[in-house]
């Protein structure tokens, strides 16, 4: 979001190069809050109305190797807030579904780091840490962490029937687009 | 005086009968066609396995891709939080700027206003009021007011001390640092 004080109304300002003011908004995604000024520190808090949810507070390694077992845990919560979102830009029309992702990807990383999934008692998030340590190592890599990730992965689904792996999923189109649930 | 015989005498080799002048290359090894298929056969060997390895690329890149997919509504939804948390700032921060002025609505480009001509161009004299978007849809703005006595705005690389000189650049977060401190977690 740009910032204007111009008292003057005829004239465009154009800014300088890093504060393009009078840049075009057609350039804009409208999606996301991109700050292209710099940074804008804001620490109000959320308002009352809105329902406070506690964040997920994860950095990009973990993300990312959570990130199969994300869809496939939170997928009605996830497919719910897209179809909210592709009916509309509003972030406010949305609130209701994206905290449902949130609790539910938080639920799936409490329950992998307390290791509830499975009900062991012994390395309860010993696989997954070592996974997205190498892959910060790694550059993100994934095709560079595929022992740690076997690893996890058997530890996830150990003893599990939800494991997509060996079937035939990729190639079968089950629900190949989320139906609107009316 | 009398008969004598020629010795061993050094001679030069006997004249040949033909003497063979012209050039003589035999013919041997793999013809031109052979050689050519060769060649092409070698490449599509190595192309095969080109061919393998972008397959192999591409999967790892649909990988990737299909990661970044499934965190989107993860993500989109802590950001729909922050945005709807910062308009709401701003939104209160410009009413009571403006409390003064009765007709005034923060952050809303449907609110019909004074002064604002065909294609949101502002025009004081024309006093018809008209909103910039006529549309239902939802239309986020494009442009906020952050007053700049505020310390709301902060360059996004503050911790250079000019934007020219970069050689060893200094690092937050460090005990010895003793520059500017961080401004966001201070």
Not at chain 1, 52 to 55: G, L, Y
Not at chain 1, 171 to 179: A, H, I, K, T, Y
């Given at each position: 979001m740009e910032m204007t004080k111009n008292e003057d109304n005829d004239e465009v300002d154009y800014g300088t190069a890093n504060n393009n003011v009078g840049r075009d908004n057609q350039t804009l995604n409208r999606w996301l809050a991109i700050f292209v000024d710099g940074l804008w520190v804001d620490k109000t808090p959320m308002p009352d109305s809105i329902p406070?949810?506690?964040?997920v507070g994860l950095t990009s390694a973990p993300l990312e190797s959570m990130a199969f077992h994300f869809a496939q845990y939170c997928k009605p919560y996830s497919e719910d807030f897209m179809l909210c979102k592709n009916g509309t830009q509003d972030p406010e029309k949305c609130l209701k579904e994206g905290r449902r992702v949130t609790r539910c990807a938080l639920d799936l990383k409490i329950d992998i780091i307390l290791n509830r999934i499975n009900k062991l008692?012994?390395?309860c998030d010993e696989e997954w840490k070592k996974h997205w340590e190498c892959l910060d190592v790694k550059n993100h890599?994934?095709?560079q962490c595929r022992n740690q990730e076997k690893a996890f992965n058997d530890w996830y689904y150990k003893d599990d029937t939800r494991d997509p792996r060996g079937s035939d999923t990729c190639?079968?189109?089950?629900?190949?687009?989320?139906?609107v649930k009316i | 005086m009398?008969?004598?015989t020629l010795g061993v005498q050094d001679q030069p080799p006997p004249m040949p009968q033909t003497i063979a002048y012209t050039r003589y290359f035999p013919r041997r090894g793999p013809s031109g066609a052979v050689v050519f298929l060769g060649v092409f056969a070698t490449m599509g060997v190595g192309f095969y396995y080109v061919g393998l390895n972008n397959a192999e690329r591409r999967e790892i890149r649909r990988e990737k891709a299909w990661t970044r997919i499934s965190l989107v509504p993860l993500l989109q939804a802590e950001t729909d939080r922050d945005v709807v948390r910062r308009l709401a700032s701003a939104?209160?921060?410009?009413?009571?700027?403006?409390?003064?002025k009765h007709d005034w609505a923060a952050v809303d480009l449907k609110e019909p206003v004074k002064g604002i001509k065909r294609y949101g161009i502002y025009d004081e004299t024309h006093q018809h009021a008209t909103p910039v978007y006529y549309t239902d849809r939802y239309v986020a703005p494009t442009y906020l007011f952050v007053p700049r006595e505020s310390g709301e705005l902060l360059p996004a690389q503050w911790w250079r001390g000019s934007k020219f000189f970069t050689i060893n650049p200094p690092y937050h977060n460090r005990a010895d640092w003793k520059g500017k401190t961080d401004p966001i977690n201070e």
């Open positions: 406070h949810v506690p964040e008692k012994a390395n890599n994934l095709w190639s079968l189109e089950e629900e190949p687009v989320p139906q | 009398g008969s004598y939104r209160a921060k410009e009413s009571s700027i403006m409390q003064e």
